[in-house]
C-alpha cells in the first residue's frame, strides 16, 4: 500500500506542522496499517487559524473584490486538475474508495462540481431593488444587497471528502468568505491538499486555513464556539449537527446542515425495467457509505417475491468482485474505521434479532485483508417500525420493505426522522410524479433521474439537514441580506 504524504496544517498561509510537532498515524481502511501521518493540531494552532480567517476577511479586500476571487478560484482549479492522481490517490487509502468509484463520486463529480459552481456563478444576486414607496411626505428607495457573511467554518466527513470539501469551500470562497477547513480525523490529506493548493495558487494569508486532527471533537467544536466565526457549515451524522446547533446557539451563530439519511426508493408494480429497478438498489458503491444512498427499498407485496429472487441473483452475481484495491472495475471497498465495521455489523446482528431474513452477505471478510470489509447485505421480510429501517447504518445494508398500494408506499417512505433523498420508478408517469410530490425529502428521482448535480441545490428536509449546498443557492447560503432605504 501507498505511503501518502504528509498531512501539514495551513494556517495563515503558512504550510506547517502542529504546536509542538503533534502528529498521528493515518489508518488506511484497506488494510487497517498506517498510510501516512498527519499533524494533530492543538487548541494553539485552532486559534491562530481563526485570527487569521478573521484578519483576511476584516481588513483585506478579500470580500469586495470579485474579479480577484474568481481568478484565484479559477486557478486553484486548475491546481486541483493538475493533482487528479494524488487525490485519486488520497481517496483510496484514506477514505477506502475502490477504483472504480474514484472515477466517480470521489473525483470526477467532485471536480465536476466545482466547475458548476464556475457556470452558475454570474447568476448570483448582488442586489435586488424593491422600488420605491411614499412615506411621510418622502419618497424612500429601497434596495438589497447581498454581502458575504463573514468567516465560515466548514466541518466534513470522510465518506466523500473531496466532494464535500469543495462543496463547502469554494462555495464560501466564491461569496467573499474567508475559510478554516476542518476535515475528518480519517481524511485529513484530503484537506491538507486545499492548504498546498492555495499556497500555491497564492492566495491571500487567512483566506483559507484548515486545521485537523486526531480528536474528532475538539477543533470542530472550538470553531462551534467562537464568536469571531460567523458561519458553520456541516455535513456529518445527525447526532453531531444537533449538537454544533445547540453550542452554536450561544453566540447566535449561522448553521447550515447536511445531515444523514434513510432514503427510500419505491418500485412500483407498474415498472417497465422492474427487475432493473430492483437489483441496482444493492447497496454496494462505496461500502454503502453515501449520505443520499437508497437504502431503503420498497415493493409491491404482489411482485415482493419476485423481487426478493431477483436481488437473490443480483446479489449472487455481484459475487466477490468487490475489495480488491488493484482491481480498477471494483466499486466497492472496505468501511472507513474498525468503529464503523462494528458498528454495521451490529445492526446486520439487530437486524437478525428483530426478525428480519438476511437475503444475502451478512459476514464481516477478514480474508479480504486486514482493513474492514463486509460483505454486501441484504434484509428482506422487514417493516418500516425496525431500527434497520430507521437508523442510518451507513454500509452495505439494503433493508426490502413491502407495499400495499401508493399510498402505502408514500406513507412508509415518509414515516423517517430522516428526509434527504429517494427516488420512484414506474410505467405511468404522471402517477410516479405525483408519489415524487408528495415525498417529504429534498431530492428525488422519477426513474432514476439524476438529482445530485453541482449546479442544483442539494439538502434535506427533517433530520437531514438545514439550509442547501451546491448551485446558485449553494453560494448564496453565505450571502447575508442588508437592506439600504434612502429617501429621494
Ligand atoms: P460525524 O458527524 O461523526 O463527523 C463529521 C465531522 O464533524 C468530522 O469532521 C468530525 O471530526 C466533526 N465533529 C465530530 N464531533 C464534533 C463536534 N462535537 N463539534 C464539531 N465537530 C465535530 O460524521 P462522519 O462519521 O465523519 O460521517 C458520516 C456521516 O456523515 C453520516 O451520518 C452521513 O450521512 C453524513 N453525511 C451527510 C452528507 C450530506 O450531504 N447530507 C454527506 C456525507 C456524509
Redesign the pocket.
Known sequence: MAQLPDAKLFIDGQLRDATGGRSYDVIGPWTGQPVGRAADATAADVEAAIIAARRAFDDTDWATNTEKRVALVRKYRELFEANRARLGELAVHEAGAALGAVNRAHVDMALDGWDDYLRVFPQVKWERDYGTRDTWGMTHHRFAVYEPVGVVAA??????PLY?NIGKVVAALLAGCTVIL????NTPGMGAIFGELAAQAGFPAGVINVVFGSD??EA??ML?TDPRVDLVS?????G?GK??MEKGAATLKRVFL????KSAKIVLDDAPNFAQDVAMTMLVFHAGQG?AVQSRLLVPKSRYQEACAILKHAYASFGDNWGDPANPQHIMGPVISKRQMERVMSYIELGQKEGATLLCGGKARPDKGGGYFIEPTCFTDVTNDMRIAQE?I?GPVLVVIPFEDDEDAIRIANESHYG?SGGVSGGDAARAMKIARRIRTGSVSVNNGMCIAGDLPFG?YKA??IGREWGVEGIEEFLETKLIAATV
Not at 155 to 160: A, D, E, L, R
Not at 258 to 261: N, T
Open positions: 466541518i466534513t466527513p470522510w465518506n466523500v464535500v476542518k476535515p475528518a480525523p474528532p471533537v470542530g467544536e462551534v456541516f455535513t456529518g451524522s445527525t453531531v449538537r454544533i447536511e445531515l444523514g439519511g449520505c442510518e451507513f434527504l434535506g437531514s439537514g
